[in-house]
Nanobody, 116 residues
Framework: QVQLVESGGGLVQAGGSLRLSCAASGSFFGFMTMAWYRQAPGKQRELVASITSGGSTNYADSVKGRFTISRGSAKNTVYLQMNSLKPEDTAVYYC??????????WGKGTLVTVSS
């Protein structure tokens, strides 16, 4: 069964840091682009960061310089290091995997709450 399982969410004060992890079952994830999306209350889901199988990364302007996406050595694990967190970063964060046509697999999400 294909699964993406996120962990690492929680409550943090503004200016703090969190590290999200996503473990994907199945070695074929190593050939996919993996990404983090987020959805804040009352807002649409948005791309936060993505990383290709070759290691190329892409970030939303709102998180550039603060967040870093990376893959584990087995490439079926992806991390999101979030520094200098702001209240507006509060959202449910989802791990996703896919290709050029879009994300095919999604995790259930992990809640990140940043208090002011």
């Amino acid at each position: 069964q294909v699964q993406l399982v996120e962990s690492g969410g929680g409550l943090v004060q503004a200016g703090g840091s969190l590290r999200l992890s996503c473990a994907a079952s199945g070695s074929f994830f190593g050939f996919m682009t993996m990404a983090w999306y987020r959805q804040a209350p009352g807002k649409q889901r948005e791309l936060v960061a993505s990383i290709t199988s070759g290691g190329s990364t892409n970030y939303a302007d709102s998180v550039k310089g603060r967040f870093t996406i990376s893959r584990g050595s087995a490439k079926n694990t992806v991390y999101l290091q979030m520094n200098s967190l702001k209240p507006e970063d509060t959202a449910v964060y989802y791990c996703a995997a896919g290709g050029i046509a879009g994300m095919d697999y999604w995790g259930k999400g992990t809640l990140v709450t940043v208090s002011s």
